[in-house]
Protein backbone atom coordinates (compact mmCIF):
# COMPACT_ATOMS: atom_id res chain seq x y z
CA UNK A 1 0.00 0.00 0.00
CA UNK A 2 2.78 2.59 -0.99
CA UNK A 3 0.76 5.14 -2.92
CA UNK A 4 -2.03 5.21 0.36
CA UNK A 5 -0.94 8.37 1.88
CA UNK A 6 0.20 10.07 -1.16
CA UNK A 7 -3.66 8.98 -2.89
CA UNK A 8 -5.01 10.06 0.16
CA UNK A 9 -3.49 13.97 -0.06
CA UNK A 10 -4.54 14.20 -3.46
CA UNK A 11 -7.87 12.31 -3.92
CA UNK A 12 -9.59 15.78 -4.00
CA UNK A 13 -7.91 17.43 -6.90
CA UNK A 14 -8.39 14.06 -8.72
CA UNK A 15 -12.24 13.62 -8.09
CA UNK A 16 -12.01 17.25 -9.23
CA UNK A 17 -10.15 16.23 -12.92
CA UNK A 18 -12.19 13.04 -13.54
CA UNK A 19 -15.38 13.32 -11.67
CA UNK A 20 -17.22 15.44 -14.48
CA UNK A 21 -16.79 14.29 -17.74
CA UNK A 22 -17.80 10.82 -19.05
CA UNK A 23 -15.71 10.74 -21.72
CA UNK A 24 -12.78 11.59 -20.01
CA UNK A 25 -13.57 8.37 -17.50
CA UNK A 26 -13.88 6.37 -20.38
CA UNK A 27 -10.10 7.25 -21.60
CA UNK A 28 -9.11 5.78 -18.61
CA UNK A 29 -9.64 2.73 -20.29
CA UNK A 30 -11.89 1.06 -17.59
CA UNK A 31 -13.42 -1.95 -17.67
CA UNK A 32 -16.70 -1.30 -15.91
CA UNK A 33 -19.65 0.33 -17.38
CA UNK A 34 -20.97 2.72 -14.73
CA UNK A 35 -24.39 2.42 -13.70
CA UNK A 36 -27.00 4.13 -14.35
CA UNK A 37 -29.16 6.80 -12.12
CA UNK A 38 -31.14 5.89 -8.77
CA UNK A 39 -34.96 5.50 -10.21
CA UNK A 40 -37.60 3.81 -8.98
CA UNK A 41 -38.58 -0.10 -10.68
CA UNK A 42 -40.40 -2.57 -9.87
CA UNK A 43 -39.51 -6.58 -10.22
CA UNK A 44 -42.62 -8.72 -10.86
CA UNK A 45 -43.69 -11.91 -10.91
CA UNK A 46 -40.32 -13.27 -9.61
CA UNK A 47 -38.96 -16.00 -7.32
CA UNK A 48 -37.80 -13.88 -4.11
CA UNK A 49 -35.03 -15.13 -1.91
CA UNK A 50 -34.82 -12.41 0.84
CA UNK A 51 -32.41 -14.49 2.71
CA UNK A 52 -34.23 -13.38 5.86
CA UNK A 53 -37.67 -14.85 5.67
CA UNK A 54 -39.27 -17.73 3.70
CA UNK A 55 -39.31 -17.70 -0.02
CA UNK A 56 -41.71 -15.69 -2.13
CA UNK A 57 -42.73 -17.54 -4.90
CA UNK A 58 -44.60 -15.12 -7.05
CA UNK A 59 -43.63 -11.68 -5.75
CA UNK A 60 -42.92 -7.77 -5.99
CA UNK A 61 -40.14 -6.20 -5.25
CA UNK A 62 -39.79 -2.35 -5.64
CA UNK A 63 -36.70 -0.14 -5.52
CA UNK A 64 -36.36 3.73 -5.04
CA UNK A 65 -33.71 5.98 -3.98
CA UNK A 66 -31.44 3.62 -3.51
CA UNK A 67 -33.48 1.69 -0.87
CA UNK A 68 -36.02 -1.41 -1.08
CA UNK A 69 -39.19 0.43 -0.70
CA UNK A 70 -41.55 -3.06 -0.94
CA UNK A 71 -41.43 -6.76 -0.72
CA UNK A 72 -44.06 -9.22 -0.96
CA UNK A 73 -46.51 -11.18 -2.63
CA UNK A 74 -48.95 -8.13 -3.22
CA UNK A 75 -46.32 -5.11 -3.04
CA UNK A 76 -48.34 -1.99 -4.81
CA UNK A 77 -46.36 -0.97 -7.78
CA UNK A 78 -45.71 3.08 -7.86
CA UNK A 79 -46.69 4.83 -10.62
CA UNK A 80 -44.26 5.77 -13.08
CA UNK A 81 -42.28 3.01 -11.94
CA UNK A 82 -40.25 1.13 -14.51
CA UNK A 83 -41.20 -2.28 -14.55
CA UNK A 84 -39.35 -5.64 -14.78
CA UNK A 85 -40.73 -8.80 -15.77
CA UNK A 86 -38.93 -11.25 -13.94
CA UNK A 87 -41.51 -14.21 -14.98
CA UNK A 88 -39.31 -17.47 -14.60
CA UNK A 89 -36.20 -15.28 -12.72
CA UNK A 90 -35.08 -15.41 -9.25
CA UNK A 91 -34.44 -12.84 -7.41
CA UNK A 92 -31.35 -12.66 -4.62
CA UNK A 93 -29.89 -9.97 -2.55
CA UNK A 94 -26.21 -9.34 -3.68
CA UNK A 95 -23.46 -11.12 -2.57
CA UNK A 96 -21.02 -10.31 -0.35
CA UNK A 97 -16.95 -11.64 -0.30
CA UNK A 98 -15.10 -10.76 3.20
CA UNK A 99 -12.05 -11.39 2.27
CA UNK A 100 -10.34 -10.30 -0.93
CA UNK A 101 -8.05 -7.30 -1.58
CA UNK A 102 -10.06 -6.51 -4.53
CA UNK A 103 -8.97 -3.18 -6.09
CA UNK A 104 -5.36 -3.12 -4.18
CA UNK A 105 -3.76 -5.77 -6.19
CA UNK A 106 -4.60 -6.02 -10.25
CA UNK A 107 -1.52 -8.16 -11.55
CA UNK A 108 0.43 -9.54 -9.01
CA UNK A 109 3.39 -11.19 -11.13
CA UNK A 110 5.14 -8.73 -13.54
CA UNK A 111 3.38 -5.66 -12.72
CA UNK A 112 4.43 -4.35 -9.57
CA UNK A 113 3.31 -0.83 -10.26
CA UNK A 114 -0.60 -2.30 -9.86
CA UNK A 115 0.29 -4.07 -6.74
CA UNK A 116 -0.74 -1.35 -3.90
CA UNK A 117 -1.45 -4.10 -1.27
CA UNK A 118 0.77 -3.29 1.52
CA UNK A 119 2.79 -0.90 3.24
CA UNK A 120 6.35 -0.90 4.37
CA UNK A 121 7.11 -1.90 8.07
CA UNK A 122 5.36 -3.84 10.60
CA UNK A 123 2.51 -1.60 12.15
CA UNK A 124 0.74 0.77 9.72
CA UNK A 125 -3.14 0.99 11.41
CA UNK A 126 -3.26 4.32 10.29
CA UNK A 127 -3.16 2.96 5.89
CA UNK A 128 -6.16 2.48 4.64
CA UNK A 129 -7.35 0.56 1.79
CA UNK A 130 -10.12 3.23 0.54
CA UNK A 131 -7.42 5.18 -0.79
CA UNK A 132 -5.72 2.92 -2.02
CA UNK A 133 -8.50 1.04 -4.33
CA UNK A 134 -8.43 1.10 -8.20
CA UNK A 135 -12.37 1.67 -8.90
CA UNK A 136 -11.57 0.73 -12.64
CA UNK A 137 -10.20 -2.71 -11.93
CA UNK A 138 -10.86 -5.44 -14.19
CA UNK A 139 -11.37 -7.60 -11.27
CA UNK A 140 -14.53 -5.49 -9.95
CA UNK A 141 -16.62 -6.36 -13.65
CA UNK A 142 -16.29 -10.28 -13.62
CA UNK A 143 -17.14 -10.71 -9.68
CA UNK A 144 -20.12 -8.38 -9.77
CA UNK A 145 -21.33 -9.96 -12.83
CA UNK A 146 -21.80 -12.95 -11.60
CA UNK A 147 -23.80 -11.42 -8.36
CA UNK A 148 -20.88 -9.85 -5.79
CA UNK A 149 -22.30 -6.56 -5.21
CA UNK A 150 -19.93 -5.50 -2.27
CA UNK A 151 -16.43 -6.81 -0.53
CA UNK A 152 -14.47 -5.98 1.96
CA UNK A 153 -11.22 -5.23 0.49
CA UNK A 154 -8.31 -5.20 3.17
CA UNK A 155 -4.59 -4.73 3.50
CA UNK A 156 -2.10 -7.63 4.07
CA UNK A 157 1.67 -7.36 4.98
CA UNK A 158 3.25 -6.77 8.30
CA UNK A 159 1.59 -7.42 11.66
CA UNK A 160 -1.15 -4.52 11.80
CA UNK A 161 -1.80 -4.23 8.16
CA UNK A 162 -4.14 -1.22 8.25
CA UNK A 163 -7.67 -1.02 7.70
CA UNK A 164 -9.88 -2.39 5.46
CA UNK A 165 -12.61 -1.27 3.76
CA UNK A 166 -16.42 -2.22 2.71
CA UNK A 167 -17.21 -1.27 -0.90
CA UNK A 168 -19.91 -1.46 -3.46
CA UNK A 169 -18.74 -2.92 -6.69
CA UNK A 170 -20.04 0.22 -8.93
CA UNK A 171 -18.98 3.44 -9.49
CA UNK A 172 -16.41 5.45 -11.45
CA UNK A 173 -14.63 6.89 -7.58
CA UNK A 174 -13.61 5.20 -4.91
CA UNK A 175 -15.96 7.49 -2.75
CA UNK A 176 -19.06 6.70 -5.03
CA UNK A 177 -18.26 3.16 -4.23
CA UNK A 178 -17.94 3.07 -0.24
CA UNK A 179 -20.14 1.99 1.92
CA UNK A 180 -18.13 1.55 4.80
CA UNK A 181 -14.37 3.42 4.45
CA UNK A 182 -12.69 1.62 7.59
CA UNK A 183 -14.91 -1.21 8.52
CA UNK A 184 -12.26 -3.49 10.04
CA UNK A 185 -8.39 -3.19 11.21
CA UNK A 186 -6.69 -6.17 9.91
CA UNK A 187 -3.66 -8.21 12.71
CA UNK A 188 -1.71 -10.79 11.47
CA UNK A 189 -0.08 -11.83 14.71
CA UNK A 190 3.56 -12.58 14.72
CA UNK A 191 3.50 -16.35 13.72
CA UNK A 192 6.43 -19.05 15.18
CA UNK A 193 7.75 -19.05 11.35
CA UNK A 194 10.05 -16.16 12.49
CA UNK A 195 10.77 -12.95 10.06
CA UNK A 196 8.11 -14.32 7.47
CA UNK A 197 5.60 -11.88 8.79
CA UNK A 198 7.59 -9.70 10.64
CA UNK A 199 6.83 -6.85 7.34
CA UNK A 200 10.49 -5.34 6.94
CA UNK A 201 11.67 -8.83 5.25
CA UNK A 202 15.41 -8.75 5.45
CA UNK A 203 15.23 -6.62 8.51
CA UNK A 204 13.49 -9.73 10.32
CA UNK A 205 15.57 -12.55 8.75
CA UNK A 206 18.92 -10.03 9.81
CA UNK A 207 17.25 -10.18 13.05
CA UNK A 208 16.58 -13.92 13.70
CA UNK A 209 19.90 -14.49 12.26
CA UNK A 210 21.31 -12.41 14.94
CA UNK A 211 19.57 -14.35 17.32
CA UNK A 212 21.16 -17.67 16.20
CA UNK A 213 18.17 -18.77 14.03
CA UNK A 214 15.13 -18.24 17.38
CA UNK A 215 11.94 -18.00 15.78
CA UNK A 216 10.49 -18.07 19.07
CA UNK A 217 13.01 -14.80 20.06
CA UNK A 218 11.80 -13.31 17.06
CA UNK A 219 8.27 -13.65 18.02
CA UNK A 220 8.16 -12.85 21.43
CA UNK A 221 9.65 -9.62 20.16
CA UNK A 222 7.45 -8.91 17.48
CA UNK A 223 4.34 -9.67 19.92
CA UNK A 224 5.50 -7.46 22.54
CA UNK A 225 5.84 -4.41 20.11
CA UNK A 226 2.31 -5.09 19.16
CA UNK A 227 1.11 -5.43 22.94
CA UNK A 228 2.97 -1.97 23.47
CA UNK A 229 1.34 -0.13 20.53
CA UNK A 230 -1.85 -1.24 21.78
CA UNK A 231 -1.45 -0.38 25.39
CA UNK A 232 0.00 3.53 24.02
CA UNK A 233 -3.09 3.45 21.70
CA UNK A 234 -5.37 2.83 24.94
CA UNK A 235 -3.28 6.23 26.53
CA UNK A 236 -3.28 8.30 24.40
CA UNK A 237 -7.40 7.99 23.71
CA UNK A 238 -7.83 8.14 27.61
CA UNK A 239 -5.23 11.30 27.48
CA UNK A 240 -8.05 12.87 24.49
CA UNK A 241 -11.18 11.77 27.12
CA UNK A 242 -9.13 13.51 30.11
CA UNK A 243 -8.20 16.43 27.10
CA UNK A 244 -11.91 16.98 26.08
CA UNK A 245 -13.73 16.58 29.18
CA UNK A 246 -10.61 19.54 30.83
CA UNK A 247 -9.42 21.70 28.24
CA UNK A 248 -7.05 23.43 31.03
CA UNK A 249 -4.84 20.29 31.00
CA UNK A 250 -1.95 20.09 28.32
CA UNK A 251 -3.08 18.93 24.77
CA UNK A 252 -2.22 15.33 23.76
CA UNK A 253 0.40 15.64 21.34
CA UNK A 254 -1.77 14.44 17.85
CA UNK A 255 -0.66 10.78 16.96
CA UNK A 256 -2.10 9.60 13.72
CA UNK A 257 -0.96 6.11 13.97
CA UNK A 258 -2.38 5.64 18.01
CA UNK A 259 -5.71 7.67 17.21
CA UNK A 260 -6.38 5.05 14.24
CA UNK A 261 -6.22 2.28 17.14
CA UNK A 262 -8.93 4.02 19.28
CA UNK A 263 -11.86 2.26 17.50
CA UNK A 264 -10.30 -1.05 17.28
CA UNK A 265 -9.63 -1.06 21.31
CA UNK A 266 -12.85 0.44 22.49
CA UNK A 267 -14.60 -2.40 20.33
CA UNK A 268 -16.24 0.16 17.73
CA UNK A 269 -14.46 -1.66 15.06
CA UNK A 270 -13.80 -5.37 14.19
CA UNK A 271 -10.86 -6.87 13.75
CA UNK A 272 -9.67 -9.23 11.62
CA UNK A 273 -7.10 -11.80 12.08
CA UNK A 274 -5.89 -13.89 9.74
CA UNK A 275 -5.13 -18.01 10.78
CA UNK A 276 -5.25 -21.01 9.76
CA UNK A 277 -4.27 -23.33 12.07
CA UNK A 278 -5.82 -24.18 15.36
CA UNK A 279 -3.14 -22.70 17.66
CA UNK A 280 -2.85 -19.49 15.48
CA UNK A 281 -6.81 -19.27 15.99
CA UNK A 282 -6.85 -20.26 19.77
CA UNK A 283 -4.07 -17.45 20.27
CA UNK A 284 -5.85 -14.64 17.99
CA UNK A 285 -8.93 -15.31 20.22
CA UNK A 286 -7.04 -15.25 22.90
CA UNK A 287 -5.39 -12.31 22.07
CA UNK A 288 -8.92 -10.24 21.52
CA UNK A 289 -9.87 -10.84 24.98
CA UNK A 290 -7.01 -9.58 26.57
CA UNK A 291 -6.87 -6.18 24.57
CA UNK A 292 -10.96 -6.57 24.59
CA UNK A 293 -11.04 -6.50 20.65
CA UNK A 294 -13.85 -7.74 18.52
CA UNK A 295 -11.91 -10.95 16.62
CA UNK A 296 -13.00 -12.59 13.23
CA UNK A 297 -11.07 -14.90 12.29
CA UNK A 298 -9.87 -14.91 8.30
CA UNK A 299 -8.95 -18.03 6.77
CA UNK A 300 -9.96 -20.79 9.50
CA UNK A 301 -8.65 -23.90 7.82
CA UNK A 302 -8.69 -25.65 11.23
CA UNK A 303 -11.32 -24.20 12.55
CA UNK A 304 -13.80 -26.70 12.47
CA UNK A 305 -10.86 -28.50 15.18
CA UNK A 306 -11.78 -25.71 17.74
CA UNK A 307 -15.67 -24.83 16.77
CA UNK A 308 -16.56 -25.30 20.20
CA UNK A 309 -14.19 -22.53 21.62
CA UNK A 310 -14.81 -20.19 18.85
CA UNK A 311 -18.66 -20.60 19.43
CA UNK A 312 -18.02 -20.21 23.22
CA UNK A 313 -16.40 -16.96 22.31
CA UNK A 314 -18.74 -15.62 20.05
CA UNK A 315 -15.85 -15.43 17.45
CA UNK A 316 -16.95 -15.85 13.57
CA UNK A 317 -15.08 -17.00 11.04
CA UNK A 318 -14.71 -15.96 7.70
CA UNK A 319 -13.97 -19.77 5.63
CA UNK A 320 -11.51 -19.09 2.78
CA UNK A 321 -10.13 -23.00 1.69
CA UNK A 322 -13.54 -24.93 0.76
CA UNK A 323 -11.98 -25.63 -2.46
CA UNK A 324 -7.80 -25.89 -0.91
CA UNK A 325 -6.63 -29.74 -1.60
CA UNK A 326 -6.54 -31.53 1.94
CA UNK A 327 -3.63 -30.55 4.22
CA UNK A 328 -2.78 -33.95 5.42
CA UNK A 329 -2.05 -37.42 3.87
CA UNK A 330 -4.48 -39.17 6.36
CA UNK A 331 -7.26 -36.20 5.58
CA UNK A 332 -10.70 -36.99 3.55
CA UNK A 333 -10.74 -35.78 0.26
CA UNK A 334 -13.94 -33.44 1.86
CA UNK A 335 -12.60 -32.32 4.47
CA UNK A 336 -12.54 -28.43 3.40
CA UNK A 337 -15.30 -28.99 1.26
CA UNK A 338 -17.25 -30.16 3.97
CA UNK A 339 -15.88 -27.24 6.49
CA UNK A 340 -18.45 -24.79 6.12
CA UNK A 341 -21.29 -27.68 7.23
CA UNK A 342 -19.65 -28.86 10.31
CA UNK A 343 -19.36 -25.16 11.29
CA UNK A 344 -22.72 -24.60 10.82
CA UNK A 345 -23.68 -27.95 12.70
CA UNK A 346 -21.36 -26.70 15.62
CA UNK A 347 -23.53 -23.33 16.06
CA UNK A 348 -20.43 -21.05 15.05
CA UNK A 349 -21.20 -17.62 12.74
CA UNK A 350 -19.55 -17.93 9.75
CA UNK A 351 -19.20 -16.69 6.42
CA UNK A 352 -17.81 -18.08 3.01
CA UNK A 353 -15.18 -16.14 0.81
CA UNK A 354 -13.20 -17.04 -2.21
CA UNK A 355 -10.06 -16.91 -0.64
CA UNK A 356 -8.33 -15.27 -3.33
CA UNK A 357 -7.63 -11.57 -3.55
CA UNK A 358 -8.25 -10.22 -7.01
CA UNK A 359 -9.30 -12.30 -10.30
CA UNK A 360 -10.56 -15.10 -8.52
CA UNK A 361 -13.54 -13.70 -6.35
CA UNK A 362 -15.34 -14.28 -9.12
CA UNK A 363 -15.61 -17.74 -8.31
CA UNK A 364 -17.51 -17.30 -4.81
CA UNK A 365 -21.16 -18.34 -5.72
CA UNK A 366 -19.60 -22.07 -7.33
CA UNK A 367 -17.69 -21.87 -3.83
CA UNK A 368 -20.63 -21.74 -1.59
CA UNK A 369 -22.46 -23.94 -4.32
CA UNK A 370 -19.63 -26.72 -3.50
CA UNK A 371 -19.96 -26.71 0.35
CA UNK A 372 -23.94 -26.59 -0.03
CA UNK A 373 -23.25 -29.99 -2.49
CA UNK A 374 -21.07 -31.42 0.94
CA UNK A 375 -23.57 -30.96 3.79
CA UNK A 376 -24.21 -27.49 4.05
CA UNK A 377 -28.11 -26.97 3.45
CA UNK A 378 -28.60 -24.34 0.18
CA UNK A 379 -30.66 -21.59 2.48
CA UNK A 380 -27.52 -21.88 4.56
CA UNK A 381 -24.29 -22.12 1.96
CA UNK A 382 -26.89 -18.84 -0.06
CA UNK A 383 -26.49 -16.69 3.88
CA UNK A 384 -23.16 -17.72 4.26
CA UNK A 385 -22.40 -15.25 1.23
CA UNK A 386 -24.87 -12.48 1.88
CA UNK A 387 -26.60 -12.20 5.35
CA UNK A 388 -23.59 -13.67 6.95
CA UNK A 389 -20.74 -11.69 6.46
CA UNK A 390 -22.75 -8.43 6.13
CA UNK A 391 -24.14 -9.55 10.23
CA UNK A 392 -20.28 -10.33 11.41
CA UNK A 393 -19.06 -6.59 9.50
CA UNK A 394 -21.81 -5.27 11.46
CA UNK A 395 -23.84 -3.79 8.18
CA UNK A 396 -26.97 -6.45 8.22
CA UNK A 397 -28.95 -3.01 8.85
CA UNK A 398 -27.62 -2.36 5.40
CA UNK A 399 -26.61 -5.10 3.04
CA UNK A 400 -27.22 -9.13 3.17
CA UNK A 401 -31.34 -9.60 2.81
CA UNK A 402 -33.88 -8.64 0.72
CA UNK A 403 -35.84 -6.18 3.48
CA UNK A 404 -37.48 -2.34 3.32
CA UNK A 405 -35.25 0.05 4.00
CA UNK A 406 -32.03 -2.13 3.55
CA UNK A 407 -30.04 -0.46 0.45
CA UNK A 408 -31.02 -1.91 -2.94
CA UNK A 409 -27.97 -4.37 -4.10
CA UNK A 410 -30.18 -6.81 -5.88
CA UNK A 411 -29.45 -9.62 -8.63
CA UNK A 412 -31.77 -11.21 -10.90
CA UNK A 413 -30.59 -14.80 -11.98
CA UNK A 414 -31.96 -16.96 -14.87
CA UNK A 415 -31.54 -20.42 -12.47
CA UNK A 416 -30.13 -20.55 -9.37
CA UNK A 417 -27.48 -18.17 -8.01
CA UNK A 418 -24.69 -20.43 -6.63
CA UNK A 419 -24.89 -22.74 -9.64
CA UNK A 420 -22.52 -22.36 -12.42
CA UNK A 421 -24.71 -22.26 -15.52
CA UNK A 422 -26.56 -19.62 -14.05
CA UNK A 423 -26.59 -16.27 -15.96
CA UNK A 424 -27.42 -12.74 -14.23
CA UNK A 425 -30.47 -10.81 -16.01
CA UNK A 426 -30.31 -7.53 -14.19
CA UNK A 427 -28.31 -6.12 -11.42
CA UNK A 428 -28.64 -3.64 -9.14
CA UNK A 429 -26.56 -1.42 -6.83
CA UNK A 430 -27.37 0.80 -4.76
CA UNK A 431 -30.94 1.08 -6.76
CA UNK A 432 -28.61 1.90 -10.01
CA UNK A 433 -28.94 -0.68 -12.68
CA UNK A 434 -25.62 -1.84 -13.65
CA UNK A 435 -24.75 -3.11 -17.16
CA UNK A 436 -23.57 -6.73 -17.67
CA UNK A 437 -20.43 -6.06 -19.60
CA UNK A 438 -16.72 -6.94 -18.38
CA UNK A 439 -13.17 -7.38 -19.66
CA UNK A 440 -14.79 -10.69 -20.66
CA UNK A 441 -17.60 -9.47 -22.64
CA UNK A 442 -15.72 -6.96 -24.52
CA UNK A 443 -12.70 -9.47 -25.62
CA UNK A 444 -15.57 -11.75 -26.83
CA UNK A 445 -17.20 -9.06 -28.66
CA UNK A 446 -13.92 -7.94 -29.95
CA UNK A 447 -12.43 -11.45 -31.31
CA UNK A 448 -15.67 -13.21 -32.28
CA UNK A 449 -15.85 -13.97 -36.18
CA UNK A 450 -11.74 -13.17 -36.11
CA UNK A 451 -9.80 -15.99 -37.98
CA UNK A 452 -6.50 -16.92 -37.90
CA UNK A 453 -4.04 -16.17 -40.92
CA UNK A 454 -1.90 -18.79 -41.23
Same mark, same amino acid.
Given at each position: MRRMHLRAALSGAALLTIGTSTLALAQLGSYNPAPGPQGTFAITNAHIFP???????????????????????????????QVIDAKGLNVYPGMMDGGTSIGLSEIPQGAASTVDISEIGSFNPNSQAYYGINPHSAHVGVARVVGITSVISRPTGGIISGQAALINLAGWTVPSMAVVPRV????????????RRGGGGG?????????GGNANVLRARQLDSL?????????? +?? @???????? #?? *??????? $? !?LESLIPAI?????VMFPADRAVDI?? +?? @???????? #?? *??????? $? !?????????????VLYTGVLQLPGREDDPYDINYSAPAKLAAAGVKFAITSGDCCSEVRNLPSIAGMASAFGLSKADALKAVTLGPAQIFGVADKLGSLEVGKMANI?????????????????????????????????YDL????????
Open positions: VSGPEIMNGTIVISGGKIQAVGANAAIPAGAAMVIELPGGGGGGAAAFLAAQKQILHDADAY +AK @ALDAYASD #KT *IPRPKHD $A !VRGQQERA +AV @AFAEEFHL #KP *IIVGGRE $A !VSVAAYLKQHDVPVVTDGDMLEARTNTKYLFIDGRMVPLDTKHTQLFKGKTLVP
